[in-house]
């Protein structure tokens, strides 16, 4: 079994950055593919960004982030990390990490994924 959990979240003001990290237990997160989700209220809960699994090659992003958040992985520390930067308003929701041993690909558009966190809230001011 493998257990996620979140954190980094927090308020920040517009142009503002975060760093969110999701730490594995239980056992090692590398044969994972790593992806965030993030859920407005209200709203559906949408992809964010993706990493392949091992050495994280591959990224994915989408349209919303791309250019201002970064997804990375340390496998040493067991650790996947978003790198949020240039925040908007619209950023603002619960951050949700996710491990799945599909690729990265696949969790562009899945809906149900293997392992999720607990998620951490990020509200970003005007």
């Known amino acids: 079994q493998v257990q996620l959990v979140e954190s980094g979240g927090g308020l920040v003001q517009a142009g503002g950055s975060l760093r969110l990290s999701c730490a594995g237990s239980g056992r090692t997160l590398s044969s994972y593919a790593m992806g965030w989700f993030r859920q407005a209220p209200g709203k559906e809960r949408e992809f964010v960004a993706a990493?392949?699994?091992?050495?994280?090659?591959?990224?994915y992003y989408a349209d919303s982030v791309k250019g201002r958040f970064t997804i990375s992985r340390d496998n040493a520390e067991n650790a996947v990390y978003l790198q949020m930067n240039s925040l908007k308003p619209e950023d603002t929701a619960v951050y949700y990490c996710?491990?799945?041993?599909?690729?990265?690909?696949?969790?562009?558009?899945?809906?149900?994924?293997?392992?999720w966190g607990q998620g951490t809230l990020v509200t970003v001011s005007s």
């Open positions: 990493i392949s699994s091992y050495s994280g090659v591959s990224t």
């Open positions: 996710a491990a799945d041993r599909r690729s990265g690909s696949y969790l562009r558009t899945a809906r149900y994924l293997e392992h």
